[in-house]
């Protein structure tokens, strides 16, 4: 019988343990910020004095390059250098973020306004449709009115003009001489 002390099964158990736990070590999830500070030295070398302190998204002026550094101008009005690659002609996003943040929220509220001015257009549009329909059934019912009343006159005056000639036909005309005035 072997040993139950033995390195394999001290690494199984360790696997086991480590399998277990694993899940529970894991940690929210975290950013490292992008701000970044660029050390402005008095020459272009580590060896120069420190001079001023630039933060990503400083605007600086570009004097000139050399080697691997480039000079500058701080917003405060210092000249300096910095390694070149810490000075680009693209604003990061430490600046651009808040403007793409305006215009996104802008925007999305230009949105929602749309999308609710589109559902009272279709809300106008449905009742506009409705209407439509009233209208083709009004007319429909105007022209049925129309040749209701129209048949109704013309029946009364065939009824009056049968009366008529029933009339003449009753009343007897007298003689056929008539009395003449005398003068």
């Known amino acids: 019988m072997r040993n139950p002390s033995t390195p394999h099964t001290l690494a199984i158990a360790a696997l086991i343990g480590l399998g277990l736990t694993w899940p529970f070590q894991v940690g ?3 950013y490292i910020r992008d701000e970044i500070r660029v ?3 008095a020459g272009p070398g580590l060896e120069f004095k420190i001079t001023e302190l630039l933060t990503s998204g400083a605007e600086v002026a570009k004097l000139g390059e050399e080697e691997k550094w480039t ?4 917003p ?9 690659g810490y000075v680009t002609g693209d604003p990061p996003a430490s ?3 808040p403007v793409v943040q305006a215009k996104l929220t802008k925007i999305t509220a230009q949105a929602e306004e749309f999308e609710k001015k589109l559902a009272e257009q279709a809300s106008i549009l449905q009742e506009m449709d409705e209407l439509r329909e009233k209208n083709a059934s009004l007319e429909i019912e105007v022209n049925e009115l129309t040749w209701s009343s129209a048949w109704k006159s013309l029946a009364t005056g065939a009824l009056i ?3 008529g000639m029933m009339v003449g036909l009753l009343i ?5 001489t008539r009395n003449r005035l005398k003068l």
């Open 28 to 30: 929210a999830v975290a």
């Open 39 to 41: 050390n402005m030295r």
């Open 71 to 74: 000079r500058v101008r701080s």
């Open 76 to 84: 405060r009005g210092k000249e300096g250098w910095v390694p070149k």
């Open 95 to 97: 600046v651009t973020l």
């Open 161 to 163: 003009i049968v009366f």
């Open 172 to 176: 007897p005309r007298g003689s056929g």
